[in-house]
């Protein structure tokens, strides 16, 4: 065993490699990849944004109409899901530890991608201690971190800021970006002022009749309600007969329109919706 931490040298007593604040920094950085690899997915998709699932609301645009996807922060996503579950898997073929395994496997197939680097994050933050007693623990502490770092850049966080989307002045591919709470956001391209919540409220028009999972709905009401609106509430709503599944994705995730589940939060929350 080593004497001294891998990351800062600090002396230790042998029974492990890195030292306790070392172990509290990435567990920090765990915690916050399992809360923001969610919110990764927005970003990915620019809130609704999508070019497959049917005609961007730009004024004049015909069809060329920029990429609706944020293409950098899906190789973003690629990278932090290979990170965090090669991580876990390791962690898990290590210990042999079978519950890991079926825990990674089963939020693979139910929830996706980002569910699963959350899932595979949280998993390595409970196997903290263990990946400390490692001879690996340096090499799993640097990528946890680094994951963080690339996470945190990629998300826009402190300043949250929210992408929405592109400007609406005809010719203009300007992108607007606001801080998380501002009511106006200025075009950097055009000059034009546009009121957010106004845009949000093209935006989520324009994807009214568009089909999201309940994991991707639950942001989306989440934000226009400013209460968390988890995904399980959403498939609780379809279970009991409120809201109607619309379609399937090829692996069987059912498939809801938003102004349907829009309909359904304005019943249950009717106090909470935005004015604007
Ligand atoms: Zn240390
Ligand atoms: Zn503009």
Redesign the pocket.
């Known amino acids: 065993m080593r004497t001294e931490?891998l990351?800062?040298r600090?002396p230790l007593n042998g029974t492990t490699y890195?030292?306790g604040?070392?172990i509290g920094i990435a567990k920090g950085n765990l915690a916050f990849i399992a809360a923001t690899a969610v919110d990764l997915e927005v970003t990915v998709q620019r809130l609704d944004r999508r070019g497959d699932r049917g005609p961007a609301h730009h004024a004049g645009g015909g069809d060329a109409v920029p990429l609706p996807y944020n293409a950098g922060a899906a190789e973003v996503r690629t990278e932090i899901h290979a990170a965090m579950v090669g991580l876990a898997t390791w962690v898990a073929n290590t210990r042999r530890d079978n519950g890991g395994h079926v825990l990674l496997a089963r939020v693979a197939v139910k929830a996706g991608p980002d569910a699963e680097a959350a899932a595979a994050a949280r998993y390595l933050a409970a196997n903290l201690r263990w990946i400390a007693g490692h001879p690996n623990a340096g090499d799993v502490y640097t990528a946890i971190t680094a994951t963080a770092r690339k996470l945190a850049h990629t998300c826009g966080h402190r300043p949250a800021m929210t992408d929405l989307g592109l400007c609406g002045t005809p010719g203009c591919d300007g992108q607007l970006r606001a801080p998380v709470g501002a009511r106006e956001v200025r075009c950097r391209g055009c000059g034009a002022p546009w009121s957010v919540a106004a845009i949000r409220d093209m935006l989520l028009d324009w994807a009214a009749d568009r089909l999201f999972t309940a994991a991707e709905l639950a942001p989306i009401l989440s934000r226009v309600h400013r209460r968390r609106i988890p995904k399980g509430t959403i498939g609780s709503w379809a279970t009991r007969g409120h809201l109607e599944q619309r379609g399937r994705l090829p692996n069987g995730t059912a498939l809801y329109r938003l102004a349907d589940a829009r309909d359904v939060a304005a019943t249950m929350y009717p106090e909470k919706e935005l004015a604007a």
């Open positions: 931490c990351i800062c600090e890195l030292c604040r070392d």
